[in-house]
């Protein structure tokens, strides 16, 4: 299986400032279509999940410009510009290149 | 407004079985494949099935395989896991979820908390 490995798994911001998780993968996740299927969910309290990010860097309908993706390969990351209070909450990155699809740990964001 | 919403968790025994059920509208349920996702405060989030459009592929992650079932009725727009020989380690959050690798197409329902307890 491939494994997905996160960091930091707590990461407190203030307000304002920027915020970055890192997602690291123990394969290569471009499929055979050449597509890198790496997400990003979004798993705020009392919430479902939320796709934030999917094939490294486009961003699902309604997600704030504040959200970014990049990378490729193996190493891939998530970007938030401006940490808003109603980004608190757990992010994880998920590959969906090999089955069984896998999650990183998840990384907490909260307020400081 | 797309809707999933997901039914028949419970507290069961282990060794025992439970079908949860996932009712879809507001997009067109027979074009997607469709998948079992849950939650579990110690493991985070976890894939447990997929099945395609017209139910004749199906996808699973190996602690499960041979003891959970996923089937849809496309007709009724419902999506189903059967769960048998459940061990305490199935409890979770269970998500019913239509997603699309290539595309903006992402839809979670509330979610049915199955716990498995003596």
């Known amino acids: 299986d491939v494994v997905m490995t996160q960091s930091p798994l707590s990461l407190p911001v203030t307000l304002g400032q920027p915020a970055s998780i890192s997602c690291r993968s123990s394969q290569s996740l471009v499929d055979s279509d050449g597509n890198t299927y790496l997400n990003w969910l979004q798993l705020r309290p009392g919430q479902s999940p939320r796709r934030l990010i999917y094939k490294i860097s486009n961003r699902d309908a309604g997600v704030p410009d504040r959200f970014s993706g990049s990378g490729s390969g193996t190493d891939f990351t998530l970007k938030i510009s401006r940490v808003e209070a109603e980004d608190v909450g757990v992010y994880y990155c998920m590959q969906g290149a090999r089955l069984p699809w896998t999650f990183g740990q998840g990384t907490k964001v909260e307020i400081k | 407004e797309v809707q999933l919403v997901e039914s028949g968790g419970g507290l069961v025994q282990p060794g025992g079985s439970l079908r949860l059920s996932c009712a879809a509208s507001?997009?067109?349920?027979?074009?997607?494949?469709m998948c079992w996702f849950r939650q579990t405060p110690g493991k985070g989030l976890e894939w447990v099935a997929n099945?395609?459009?017209?139910?004749?592929?199906?996808q699973y992650v190996d602690s499960v395989r041979g003891r959970f079932t996923i089937s849809r009725d496309n007709a009724r727009n419902s999506l189903y896991l059967q769960m048998n020989s459940l061990r305490a380690e199935d409890t979770a959050v269970y998500y019913c979820?239509?997603?699309?690798?290539?595309?903006?197409?992402?839809?979670w329902g509330q979610g049915t908390l199955v716990t498995v307890s003596s």
């Open positions: 507001g997009f067109s349920f027979s074009s997607y494949w």
């Open positions: 979820v239509c997603t699309t690798r290539s595309s903006s197409t992402d839809y």
């Open positions: 099945i395609k459009q017209d139910g004749s592929e199906e």
